[in-house]
């Protein structure tokens, strides 16, 4: 048996691969910092065979709390991925699984390859109506690319989209890619409808470096993106530094800020009801979005989420914050589960990058609901 992690995303450390029955493994702090959570490997010589990984440091991870009711994803191919038998117990998370072929990955969620984000780009761009432009370089000197959609004229709405600051939450990029493919779809009406009075700039990935690296949460010199907004530095964040300039030369009307959260089972949405600015514009705005995305997607729900913060109590280095500070306009933090969504569980699946795409089509129906009013 072998176990090797040596390509684009892959992590895991191996403490013993000499018995089937206990396999010994400690998942990989990210390359600069201490958040540790992300897993991705590939097994080659087990076919057959029941196999017992026990992730023994678990406990010690960002999120112990994450492993609770978690199912691991596997695909012999990288392309289908399925959930398998996952528990955890005694401060140890154990995947017991059968493959049924010789060469079988395993991984935290179902992965988003930088090679996936290129052809996304590349797709994007093969549209005609998407423009790509890079504003810079990540500290390992990947580009960071920008997708502008629309007629880029002045009075014009600005709607600003990013996605994995947290490069291991990879259901962010596949929520980008589906929303992508429904913005440019020129058969859709919602769409066209959207790009007769609105310039969309939007980043599927934030965070290459960090993606490629295998981290869950922080960039190549160990920053933690989303807490990099109220002063975001060259050396350290400059894919943070890049974005906010663009965005202070653009102006924006509506932010989207997408992620996934190790233990909450639920899609919610995060709002930045704490900032100084927050007024009764912007909270009419929010409920109407809510609401739309409610009626939207039956993966959305608003009783389970971060708590409200209270009147002038946000962290503003956080990217809602900052943007809704900084331009007076709603912005969003979209969460999407690692663990299945509880209110529509799939045993097979579980939440995926599949229903990730999903929802991303269906949050351009809120964004279209509420266009008329994103400007008081």
Same mark, same amino acid.
């Given at each position: 048996?072998?176990?090797?992690?040596?390509?684009?995303?892959?992590?895991?450390?191996?403490?013993?691969?000499?018995?089937?029955?206990?396999?010994?493994?400690?998942?990989?702090?990210?390359?600069?910092?201490?958040?540790? %959570?992300?897993?991705?490997?590939?097994?080659?010589?087990?076919?057959?065979?029941?196999?017992?990984?026990?992730?023994?440091?678990?406990?010690?991870?960002?999120?112990?709390?994450?492993?609770?009711?978690?199912?691991?994803?596997?695909?012999?191919?990288?392309?289908?991925?399925?959930?398998?038998?996952?528990?955890?117990?005694?401060?140890?998370?154990?995947?017991?699984?059968?493959?049924?072929? @010789?060469?079988?990955?395993?991984?935290?969620?179902?992965?988003?390859?930088?090679? %996936?984000?290129?052809?996304?780009?590349? %797709?994007?761009?093969?549209?005609?109506?998407?423009?790509?432009? *890079?504003?810079?370089?990540?500290?390992?000197?990947? *580009?960071?690319?920008?997708?502008?959609?629309?007629?880029?004229?002045?009075?014009?709405?600005?709607?600003?989209?990013?996605?994995?600051?947290?490069?291991?939450?990879?259901?962010?990029?596949?929520?980008?890619?589906?929303?992508?493919?429904?913005?440019?779809?020129?058969?859709?009406?919602?769409?066209?409808?959207?790009?007769?009075?609105? &310039?969309?700039?939007?980043?599927?990935?934030?965070?290459? *470096?960090?993606?490629?690296?295998?981290?869950?949460?922080?960039?190549?010199?160990?920053?933690?993106?989303?807490?990099?907004?109220?002063?975001?530095?060259?050396?350290?964040?400059?894919?943070?530094?890049?974005?906010?300039?663009?965005?202070?030369? &653009?102006?924006?009307?509506?932010?989207?800020?997408?992620?996934?959260?190790?233990?909450?089972?639920?899609?919610?949405?995060?709002?930045?009801?704490?900032?100084?600015?927050?007024?009764?514009?912007?909270? &009419?705005?929010?409920?109407? /979005?809510?609401?739309?995305?409610?009626?939207?997607?039956?993966?959305? %729900?608003?009783?389970? @989420?971060?708590?409200?913060?209270?009147?002038?109590?946000?962290?503003?280095?956080?990217?809602?914050?900052?943007?809704?500070?900084?331009?007076?306009?709603?912005? /969003? &933090?979209?969460?999407?589960?690692?663990?299945?969504?509880?209110?529509?569980?799939?045993?097979? /699946?579980?939440?995926?990058?599949?229903?990730?795409?999903?929802?991303?089509?269906?949050?351009?129906?809120?964004?279209?609901?509420?266009?008329?009013?994103?400007?008081?």
């Amino acid at each position: 048996m072998k176990i090797s992690s040596n390509f684009d995303a892959g992590s895991i450390e191996i403490v013993s691969a000499d018995n089937y029955e206990d396999i010994q493994l400690r998942i990989r702090r990210d390359n600069a910092a201490e958040f540790a %959570q992300w897993f991705y490997f590939r097994v080659q010589g087990a076919a057959y065979q029941h196999c017992t990984f026990n992730f023994l440091n678990a406990s010690e991870s960002a999120y112990p709390d994450g492993w609770i009711d978690y199912q691991a994803v596997a695909s012999y191919d990288r392309i289908n991925w399925f959930r398998v038998p996952t528990h955890y117990e005694n401060g140890v998370m154990t995947i017991d699984h059968v493959p049924l072929s @010789g060469s079988i990955y395993y991984a935290y969620f179902e992965p988003y390859s930088y090679d %996936q984000h290129l052809n996304l780009i590349g %797709q994007a761009q093969g549209s005609g109506l998407c423009q790509v432009s *890079d504003l810079g370089f990540t500290v390992q000197q990947r *580009d960071i690319n920008l997708l502008t959609i629309g007629h880029e004229v002045e009075s014009d709405l600005k709607i600003w989209i990013i996605a994995r600051q947290h490069p291991g939450e990879t259901m962010a990029e596949w929520f980008i890619e589906g929303l992508l493919n429904r913005l440019l779809d020129p058969q859709d009406p919602t769409s066209r409808a959207l790009l007769d009075r609105a &310039t969309f700039y939007v980043v599927p990935n934030m965070n290459p *470096d960090g993606s490629v690296l295998g981290n869950l949460r922080t960039n190549a010199a160990g920053a933690n993106l989303n807490r990099e907004w109220a002063a975001p530095s060259a050396e350290t964040s400059p894919e943070v530094l890049a974005v906010r300039n663009k965005m202070q030369e &653009t102006g924006v009307d509506l932010f989207l800020d997408i992620h996934g959260d190790e233990n909450i089972p639920y899609v919610f949405l995060a709002g930045t009801e704490g900032v100084p600015s927050w007024n009764e514009h912007l909270e &009419t705005l929010a409920d109407q /979005f809510r609401h739309h995305l409610l009626l939207a997607s039956p993966d959305y %729900q608003t009783e389970h @989420g971060y708590p409200r913060n209270a009147p002038g109590k946000a962290n503003m280095t956080i990217a809602t914050n900052w943007v809704c500070e900084n331009f007076g306009c709603l912005a /969003f &933090t979209l969460e999407m589960p690692f663990k299945d969504n509880a209110n529509l569980p799939d045993d097979d /699946f579980g939440w995926s990058g599949q229903r990730s795409l999903r929802l991303g089509e269906a949050a351009l129906s809120p964004i279209y609901a509420i266009a008329q009013n994103l400007r008081a």
